[in-house]
């Protein structure tokens, strides 16, 4: 039976890109047939990496079905992965968030879980010599998935290492990084095409803090006046996705990728609370700007409180 190999729900683009590396790896490397799949529609800069490089979509799937062999990669908490993931059968867990638990399997799995800022920094080590048998787009897309993740090395979850592999695949690969990055990030940006409730979204997880649960938005972009133009009609489609997907409140954060600094949207009073509390920022109005903050995983998430 054919492994699907798939990262966490609003599939970004290192749960979009590793899930192809390590199928491609997998099937050709080890012999064993594999296919990357997804949990939902690739946002806007993993879609451009797909059509960038040559990649169809992979299938999007809904659920898994008992007993079915999975690698999970980006993600181990179970709230980011398909209802029945733990009737199915995980062969694999690669990723480079904390451990949540709540995961079971059939058996013993190998398990690697490393402090980096990305996945397939992970998976460029476990693939060790065969990397010299990477073909060209799956080199591409593990660049891509680095230089996303550390937001072109910005982000304070970059490691040496996260660099020196980005900067490998990119001199193998004859790109400029400040060239391709800033390609990357434009798609990104660009967010028209979009509903207010898809860019909610687009790159969101699920986070309870003291029993209040949270649906935390991130928007990463060049361009923060364009998703803060649409302020007032996202924070009024706020509470419907909230109550659509079960969970309290929605925190949407809007990172400058440039300016590095993240503003939030403040809808109602719970928020300026959570802004106050977690980050020490007083919010006057309905959005506060918090400097130096553009990781979910380290920044944002680590502090909420209510």
Sequence with gaps: MTIKVFGHKSPDTD??????????????????PAKAVLLGQPNTEAAFMLERWGFETPEIIEDVADDEPVVVVDTNNPAELPDNINAADILQIIDHHKLVGGLETKGPIDITVRPVACTATIMYDLMGDDTAKLPENIKCAMLTCILSDTLEFRSPTTTPHDKDVAEDLAHQLGISIPDYAAEMFAAKSDVSAFSDAELIRMDSKAYEVDGTKFRVSVLETTSPATVLDRKASIMETMPGVATEDGVDQVLLFVVDI?????????????????????????????????????????????????
């Design 258 to 306: 440039l300016n590095e600094a993240s503003t939030l949207l403040v809808p109602n009073d719970l928020v300026k609370s959570v802004a106050q509390k977690s980050f020490g920022a007083e919010a006057t109005g309905d959005t506060v700007v918090l400097p130096g903050v553009v990781s979910r995983k380290k920044q944002i998430i680590p502090n909420l409180k209510v």
């Design 15 to 32: 749960s979009t890109g590793s899930p192809l590396a390590w199928a491609w790896y997998l099937s050709e490397v080890k012999g064993t």
